[in-house]
Structure formats: C-alpha cells, structure tokens
C-alpha cells in the first residue's frame, strides 16, 4: 500500500514539474507576451472612458440637476452614432448588417434593453446625492448580483472558491471606502437597486452576445438593436420625475441665452460621446469572456477611480481604507491564479488561453466566434 502510495506521489510530483516547465516556457513565448499586451490594451481602453464618463456624471448631473433627461440623451445620440458607424461598415466592406426580425427583437433584447435602461438610469440618480467614493462601493455589490444571476442562467460554473473571492473583494472595497465617504439614504437606496439590475443587465447581456444565436456578436450591432428598448423603458421616468424640471430649466428649455444653450448641449453631446465608447467597450469586454469576468475586471478600475477621488475631490484613506485595497488586490490575485489552475486542470487550450487566464474568463464559451472585430463581423 505505501509503495503504491509513493508512486502516486512521485507520478504527481512529476507532472506538476512537467506542467511548471510548460507554463514557464509558455510566459516567455512571444505570443503570451502579445496577448499580454493586447490583453492591458483591452483592460485600459475600458478604464478609460468608464473612470472619464464616471467624473463626467458626477460633475455634470450635480450641476444640471436633469439625470434622467441626460440620460436619454446620452441613449438617442448612442442610437444615432451606431447606427451610422454601421452604415459606414456597410459602406466600407459591402456587407449587410445583421437586422433581427421581430419575434428575437421583442423575447431576447427587450429584458437586457430594459434592464440596462434602469441600471444607467439608476446609476447616474444616484449622483445627485452621493458622492463618487460611495457610488464605487455601492456599485461594487454587482459582483453579488452578476455570480448569482450567472449561476441561475448556467452562465458560470458553480465553485465555492469563486464564492469566497467574489466575498474577499467585495469586503475589500467595503473596507476601502469604510468611513471615507458621506451617506445618503436615498442615494445608497438609488446605487444599489442599480446594483442589482446590473447584474440582471450583463447576465441577459452575455447570454446573447455570447450564445451569438441571434447574429449580435459585434458591440456596434448589439448597441444599434438595444438603444430602443432603453429609451422607450427610460422615457416614461424620465418624463414623469423631470419634466417640470425641464421646461423651466433655463440652462435648456427656458434659456435665453442662446450661447449658454450651445454650450450645455455641447457638453451633453460629449458625454454621449463618452457613453458610446464606454458601452462599446463593455460589450467588447464581455464577449471575449463572461460578465463575472467584467465586474472583476473592473475592480481595479474601482480602485483607480476611488484614488483619483481622494486627488481630485480629497477624501481621506485611512488605515483601514488601505487594508481595504490590499485585500481588493488579493482577492483579484488570488482568482487569478485559481482560474489558471483550474483551466490547465481541465485541459483547455488554444491561441485566446492566455487572454483568457489573464482575465479569468469564467465562461467556457468565450471563443473566438464572438471575436468583435475579426474580418467575418466587419
């Protein structure tokens, strides 16, 4: 029995050396260190205009006092701008984009177009009472909210130890942010309805963009189909709680400057802009790998923006706001690695694998069919 015990042992030992040996040698390819970089590109194109249209909000919401209405704005020029760089696609390569027909357009885009109405509605009403340390932590729930909806549609794979990180990083930014901020019942009330829909939004988001059953594997198709749904779900709270708002705002309706008018639009059409590059992004980030992997992916982003708040607006970190971050970046670690082990367990490879390690793809079936810019989508 020992002998037979040893040898299981040394058989063990020996594949895991072997296993070493290939992962070093694979970290030190020239295509790990391509996917590397096309990987942070990926990641950093994200952060950039989701932290720029985060600091945009906050300031631009506080000063209009209109977050609904802007909201819809931002919603009717994203239509317009995917719907002419379709057409410029089509211009470009002769190619038909994809139109669903009705019956897919009303039963698998409406949840995710109504969803994501509320979750951006919600998210920028938030910001005329909170402020943006509070909003991270709050919004930061939507790791909950995204496992547990993934789980209910069979999106991920149940592991307890994705249990305990997802509850590692979400302790983490509680933390970070713990005494660092003001509260307001109704903002913290606002955010965190938003978290929720949120994780409703991505899950429905992921099941079609990802399943690619439907043809909307490319970000500018998907935005182009669900824009509708969202202004048609935003437009009756817009309407109902802003309306008297915005017929006497003299920064807009009531204006008579006609200077001042120009300029706020011009600011509205910039965050519109914003917005369309940051859900390009998004769905861009999502079809290559899960909504989990989203949020977690995101969580560095959150830290990035939580910093900048405390330069910018000067909120303090204390000690225990710092443990908070130590243990945001080792929750986001920590999964990473687990993720490694349990791909090279199950055997997968391919030329996205580092991609997918780096950025702990959750899904298995994240593949290159949803690539977003391959010469089939454009």
Not at 43 to 58: M, Q
Not at 220 to 247: K, N
Request: proline fraction near 2%.
């Amino acid at each position: 029995m020992r002998t037979m015990k040893n040898a299981r042992i040394d058989r063990i030992g020996k594949l895991a050396r072997e296993d070493a040996k290939l992962l070093k040698k694979s970290m030190c390819s020239v295509s790990f260190l391509l996917a590397v970089t096309k990987t942070v590109a990926l990641v950093l194109f994200y952060y950039s205009f989701s932290i720029g249209l985060t600091f945009y909000n906050k300031k631009y919401i506080g000063v209009y006092k209109l977050p609904l209405s802007i909201t819809m704005v931002h919603l009717v020029i994203k239509f317009i701008l995917a719907w002419m760089v379709r057409g410029a696609l089509h211009c470009y390569n002769g190619q038909r984009r994809v139109i669903l027909p009705w019956s897919d357009y009303i039963k698998k885009l409406a949840p995710t177009g109504i969803a994501s109405a509320l979750d951006i509605g919600l998210s920028n009403w938030s910001f005329e009472f909170i402020t943006i340390s509070l909003y991270t932590m709050s919004k930061s729930t939507c790791i909950i909210f995204i496992l547990g909806f993934a789980l209910l549609f069979k999106l991920e794979k149940f592991r307890w130890s994705l249990i305990f990180i997802v509850a590692f990083i979400a302790v983490g930014l509680f933390l970070f942010t713990y005494h660092a901020t003001q509260f307001n019942d109704k903002g913290f009330a606002l955010v965190l309805s938003a978290s929720f829909v949120s994780g409703l939004r991505w899950t429905l988001a992921q099941f079609v963009c990802q399943k690619n059953e439907i043809g909307l594997g490319n970000p500018i198709d998907m935005m182009y189909h669900v824009q509708p749904w969202m202004i048609l779900s935003l437009l009756p709270l817009s309407a109902g709680f802003e309306i008297m708002t915005l017929s006497t705002s003299r920064q807009f309706v009531a204006s008579r400057d006609y200077q001042v008018l120009a300029s706020n639009c011009l600011i509205i059409g910039g965050g519109a802009v914003l917005a369309f590059m940051l859900e390009f992004s998004e769905f861009l980030l999502l079809c290559k790998t899960s909504s989990l992997t989203l949020s977690i992916s995101g969580i560095l982003k959150e830290l990035c923006t939580l910093f900048l708040a405390h330069v910018i607006n000067g909120d303090k970190m204390s000690f225990v706001n710092s443990l908070g971050l130590v243990a945001c970046l080792c929750g986001i670690t920590l999964h990473v690695v687990l993720k490694a082990i349990h791909r090279k367990q199950e055997g997968l490879q391919g030329k996205d694998e580092a991609i997918e390690l780096l950025l702990a793809d959750e899904n298995d079936s994240g593949n290159d069919d949803n690539e977003h810019f391959n010469q089939s989508h454009l």
